[in-house]
T-cell receptor, first 114, second 115 residues
Framework: QQQVKQSPQSLIVQKGGISIINCAYE??????FPWYQQFPGKGPALLIA?????SEKKEGRFTISFNKSAKQFSLHIMDSQPGDSATYFC?????????????FGRGTQLTVWP | DTAVSQTPKYLVTQMGNDKSIKCEQN?????MYWYKQDSKKFLKIMFS???????INETVPNRFSPKSPDKAHLNLHINSLELGDSAVYFC??????????????FGPGTRLTVL
């Protein structure tokens, strides 16, 4: 069973545009929602993360929006750049049986055209 | 200075063979993990060790055996390799197992191809 559902599978954006990737979850034990960025041939690296006690977190051009009641969260990349072209994974972790486990979405392949 | 390193980067082997992948972290973290990334890029946790103790074993076939000789190392041994084991295996580490901000640092991955 997929714990975290991610969409779209792929995304093509023009340079300077906004990239939006969406994720949804069901397990209310989740209390930590990171986004990871992976370049070809490399391991995933943490991009930005949020806890459910805030509705938004911004770091530079990257923003996470979090809707606790809808159990959804999304990544917005403003002023998208060709260097942002990578695979993005949302993930979730939390308490109890989910402790220490990062449950990943299936990833979004982002391509930013110059 | 590589934070999480893995060897080898590539591993090509025949079905039925036994192989090992090594992982080392120099971050002083207590917790280490093994993840499997399949051909569709889906990442799934396999194991987690905290202070050399196995904490998570995510219904992985017992052909896979992790070993942690110390907190800085977590190796993965695979017996009787099968075609379906072909994937990229990532080692990761985090400061602790618990806590909402257990940022996990991933290694560069080992691409295993079973022929």
């Amino acid at each position: 069973q997929q714990q975290v559902k991610q969409s779209p599978q792929s995304l093509i954006v023009q340079k300077g545009g906004i990239s939006i990737i969406n994720c949804a979850y069901e397990n209310t034990a989740f209390d930590y929602f990171p986004w990871y960025q992976q370049f070809p041939g490399k391991g995933p690296a943490l991009l930005i993360a949020i806890r459910p006690d805030v509705s938004e977190k911004k770091e530079g051009r990257f923003t996470i929006s979090f809707n606790k009641s809808a159990k959804q969260f999304s990544l917005h990349i403003m002023d998208s750049q060709p260097g942002d072209s990578a695979t993005y994974f949302c993930a979730a972790s939390g308490r109890g049986s989910t402790l220490g486990r990062l449950y990943f979405g299936r990833g979004t392949q982002l391509t930013v055209w110059p | 200075d590589t934070a999480v390193s893995q060897t080898p980067k590539y591993l090509v082997t025949q079905m039925g063979n036994d192989k090992s992948i090594k992982c080392e972290q120099n971050l002083g973290h207590d917790t280490m993990y093994w993840y499997k990334q399949d051909s569709k890029k889906f990442l799934k946790i396999m194991f987690s060790y905290n202070n050399k103790e196995l904490i998570i074993n995510e219904t992985v076939p017992n052909r896979f055996s992790p070993k942690s000789p110390d907190k800085a190392h977590l190796n993965l041994h695979i017996n009787s390799l099968e075609l379906g084991d072909s994937a990229v295996y990532f080692c990761a580490s985090s400061q602790q197992l618990a806590g909402a901000y257990n940022e996990q640092f991933f290694g560069p991955g080992t691409r295993l191809t079973v022929l």
